[in-house]
């Protein structure tokens, strides 16, 4: 993720009004509850309101409780009922939270490895204790202190244990935001002692919102391409796009309109692409747009795809359809995604992930007989 792109520079929430309203309640009702679980897949844009939502309670840096008021013209006084979820340029404290430099906002992410571009997998213990110590603090400003921790998809058993710790007995004026992009992966007992928000994947017009004002794609016809790949995700799209994920598409398009042919050669265009040092996902975005192309092939058996990121793609998934049972796609699909993160996992050899893939394909190919 480039750093423009990090949600800490959001300049305003698309979508989600659902969940801003909820919180927006329980805010100004005096309902704060002090821990915070925003749920749902990734890259929808949950980090993206927890930066928003602190901005704005940073920003007012009064009790929820008080009335607040906006004076127009010095003559009629109306009280504010909403947090200001925009950014504004000229606003310090703004500034200070996109270049993480407010001291009331403590942000537990993961860290990229000495001497390496490669960011680790998993949040130290050490860093999801420093809220303890961050909390027992008084607010720099006199008001609340916030803390984001972005995801505990990343955090360990020690992480996680450490954190429960911290809940069990939550200080007055702090406010933490969990980021979960997997339900399964939260103690029960952190669920237990949080509000829970659940967020789901954005429509088509705000999606390409989102993706509009990241700046990253000019050419009209990419950004059609990445909204449709996207799914509701615009960090999603951005992560492909990032590492040239349209060009990759167009492959797989490819390799699948070759069946029934199965051999290397079906995936032969494919290595390069995962060796290239500037794709430093590889693997990881092709199994993602593996993922795309079978979830896309299956809802168009069944009449569900409105819109074709090419004619290439819709002759390709006919031609596909031809040769696999509509009901066996979704276990190709997890067997081609367990066999890529096996390899994602012990740095197998990337090759060898590109053969077993075609193994898995022939598996499934109800015209192909073992030789």
């Known amino acids: 993720m480039s750093l423009k792109s990090h949600p800490r520079y959001i300049k305003r929430l698309i979508g989600h009004h659902q969940e801003k309203q909820l919180f927006e309640d329980s805010f100004f009702n005096n309902t704060l509850q002090h821990c915070w679980l925003l749920e749902g897949p990734s890259g ?19 009790e929820p409780n008080k009335d607040l008021l906006l004076f127009d013209d010095n003559e009629n006084a109306k009280a504010i009922n909403h947090l ?29 490895e000495e001497k390496s571009t490669q960011i680790k997998e998993v949040i130290p213990v050490d860093k999801v204790r420093e809220i303890e110590s961050f909390f027992s603090k008084t607010s720099g400003e006199g008001g ?40 399964s992966n939260v103690l029960d007992t952190i669920r237990s002692r949080s509000r829970i928000l659940k967020f789901s994947e954005l429509n088509h017009e705000d999606t390409k919102l ?41 492959k797989i398009i490819a390799a699948f309109n070759q069946i029934p042919k199965m051999d290397t050669s079906l995936v032969e265009p494919l290595l390069k ?44 998934q006919d031609n596909f359809l031809k040769f696999f049972n509509i009901a066996d796609i979704p276990t190709l699909w997890e067997n081609i995604s367990t066999n890529i993160n096996l390899s994602l996992n012990f740095n197998l050899d990337k090759k060898q992930a590109m053969i077993n893939l075609i193994d898995n394909i022939k598996k499934f190919n109800k015209n192909y007989e073992l030789q």
């Open 210 to 250: 989102v993706i509009e004002e990241s700046s990253i794609i000019e050419n009209e016809e990419d950004l059609t391409k990445i909204n449709i790949l996207a799914g509701g995700s615009p960090g999603k799209a951005i992560i492909l796009f990032n590492n040239n994920g349209l060009e990759i598409y167009d």
């Open 44 to 62: 929808i844009g949950k980090a993206s309101f927890a930066y928003c939502a602190a901005r704005a309670i940073l920003s007012l840096n009064v």
């Open 84 to 112: 200001d979820f925009s950014y504004n340029d000229n606003n310090l404290i703004h500034n200070r939270i996109s270049e993480n430099t407010h001291t009331d906002l403590k942000i537990i992410e993961q860290i990229q």
């Open 144 to 183: 609340w202190r916030i803390a984001i921790i972005d995801s505990l998809d990343n955090l360990n058993k020690h992480g996680s244990n450490a954190l429960l710790k911290i809940l069990e007995e939550p200080p007055k004026k702090c406010l933490i935001f969990l980021i979960s992009h997997n339900k």
């Open 273 to 316: 692409d995962i060796s290239d040092k500037k794709n430093i996902l590889g693997l990881k975005i092709i199994s993602i747009l593996m993922t795309i192309y079978l979830n896309r092939a299956y809802k168009r058996s069944l009449k569900l795809v409105k819109i074709n990121i090419s004619d290439e793609e819709r002759i390709s």
